[in-house]
Structures are given as structure tokens and as C-alpha cells.
């Protein structure tokens, strides 16, 4: 599709490489210690699948017995220990009421942001979430499944370093969360799904590129585009979670979900 043809929302806005190169200090410090990285979330979606999305917490994925060494690595420079979640993933009413979804993760602040100027030192990350790779079925060592960030060698050698989940990775690592939360699915944390399936939302969505005047496909059938995606993921789970998606126009509810892992014996890690 020429881009002059296009929904404007959709059109690819080029970020500086200076802008994601501040951003990823954090990463870089991590690398130059010898502990590999993947960049996730929203940052990841931003600058390596253009989804136009804002930042809140950096999250940061790493080996799961590298995670102290990691937030001690950050700790020795410009980041202190926050002893509260983020706000927008504290759970709401529901048996972990105002907890994180994360209960091995470690979140840090920068020391020099003030409280009543949280954005002060913006692109830098006033927050950083570090978190196992093993929430997300994830390991470094699998580099075919990451790509790099395109900033060049020019700014810092270290960035080619920095590992972001290819589109397919993405997807999976967010379905295998939502489809095996460390909270559990008997009492699933309810912010934390949400916010997921919201990012499985945005990929889907600005890669095939609806449009609102146009009708979806009847129930049951994909657009080619939606296909191509499907044929792309490489775990049952993903291609079971996609599918539903694409033929029934709605998410896997949480019983839909817990009756797929009974019929294949899907065992909690």
C-alpha cells in the first residue's frame, strides 16, 4: 500500500535514532556487564514495530538467575529501589487487589527525577522493570527469534547488542504469558491480561492495517494478511490463541483458555 494511500494512523514515522539511543542506556550498561538483554513492552513495540504507543516503565528482560546481578548493575549507577509497583499494572478488586502481576520482578527508579516531575529527564526511563525471561517463554540464547535495533554502530557499538522480539516472538512470549500468568489462571491478575491483550491488539492491528469502513471478513475466515501472521507463529499456543482471535473476532476468554490447556495437558511452568 503507497503511503499516500494510507489511513494516516497508520504511516510510519521515522523516531530519531538519538532519541532511542538515550533510552537504552540502561540496556547498554547490562550488555557492557555481560548480561544479555531483551528490550520489551512498549519500548519494544515502538522502536522496532512502529506502533505509535507512549512509554511508561522500561521493561527489561534477562535471564532469570541474572536478575539480582542486573538491578544491582543499574543500582551502581543512576537507579534506586522503588518499593511500589506501577500504578497502571497494580491489580484491581480481586484476591491480588493492588499487587503487581510481576511477583519475581524488580522495579527501580532514577534518583534524579523528583516526584512532582516524574518526566523530567524524558527520553531517559524514569522507571525500569526488570523481569525473568522466563515469564514470557523466552531465552536469549535463541537469537534467531530477535532482532536488533537499527541504530548503527555510529552512537555506541553496544547497541547491536540489545535484543527485541521479532513480531512473532512478540506475539508469542505475550500469549504465553496471558496463557500461563505466574499468578496463576485460577486467580489470574486481571491488569496485567489486559494490558497484554491490548498489545496483542496494537501489533495485529497496525500490521494488517484495518480499515473502519471496510467489513471484516464473515466469522471463520481471515484476511490473507492475517494468515501470513498465523503461518508465522511457532508455538501450538499462539497459533491456537491467533486463530481464535482471527475466525471469532474476539479474545480467548479465561475458561476458553483453561479448556485448551486441559485437552492438550498443557502443564504450568
Given amino acids: 500500500m503507497e503511503e499516500l494511500d494510507k489511513d494516516p494512523k497508520y504511516i510510519n514515522y521515522p523516531i530519531p535514532p538519538c532519541e532511542q ?34 512509554l511508561f516503565d522500561q521493561q527489561i528482560l534477562v535471564p532469570d538467575h541474572l536478575l539480582p546481578e542486573a538491578a544491582a548493575v543499574l543500582q551502581e549507577g543512576d537507579y534506586c529501589p522503588t518499593g511500589h509497583s506501577a500504578f497502571s499494572l497494580e491489580d484491581m478488586p480481586g484476591p491480588f487487589f493492588g499487587t503487581s502481576p510481576y511477583p519475581k520482578g524488580i522495579r527501580l527508579k532514577h534518583r534524579d527525577v523528583p516526584e512532582d516531575h516524574p518526566y523530567k529527564l524524558e527520553p531517559i526511563p524514569t522507571w525500569i522493570l526488570l523481569l525473568p525471561q522466563s515469564y514470557f517463554g523466552f531465552s536469549v540464547d ?3 527469534r530477535y532482532q ?13 547488542g540489545i535484543l527485541v522480539p521479532k513480531y512473532h516472538t512478540f506475539l508469542e512470549g505475550l500469549i504465553r504469558f496471558m496463557m500461563d500468568p505466574p499468578t496463576g489462571l485460577d486467580h489470574p491478575h486481571n ?3 489486559m494490558k497484554y491483550k491490548v498489545f496483542v ?27 501470513e501472521i498465523l ?27 483453561r479448556e485448551y490447556r486441559a485437552e492438550h495437558k498443557v502443564i504450568s511452568s
Avoid at 491467533?242 to 479465561?254: A, E
Fill in 21 to 54: 539511543h538515550k533510552r537504552v542506556v540502561a540496556l547498554r550498561k547490562l550488555i557492557a556487564r555481560g548480561i544479555p538483554s531483551i528490550l520489551w513492552a512498549e519500548d519494544a513495540m515502538r522502536y522496532a514495530h512502529r506502533v505509535p504507543t507512549c
Fill in 231 to 257: 503461518e508465522e507463529l511457532q508455538t501450538n499456543d499462539a497459533r491456537w490463541y491467533i486463530d481464535t482471535l482471527f475466525k471469532q473476532r474476539v479474545f480467548p476468554f479465561f475458561e476458553h483458555i
Fill in 142 to 144: 535463541s537469537t534467531e
Fill in 201 to 227: 491488539e496494537y501489533l495485529v492491528t497496525y500490521r494488517v492495517e484495518y480499515r473502519e469502513e471496510e467489513e471484516l471478513p464473515p466469522l471463520g475466515q481471515m484476511y490473507p494478511i492475517e494468515h
Fill in 191 to 193: 491488569r496485567a491480561l
Fill in 148 to 160: 536488533s535495533l537499527e541504530l548503527g554502530p555510529s552512537l555506541s557499538p553496544l547497541n547491536a
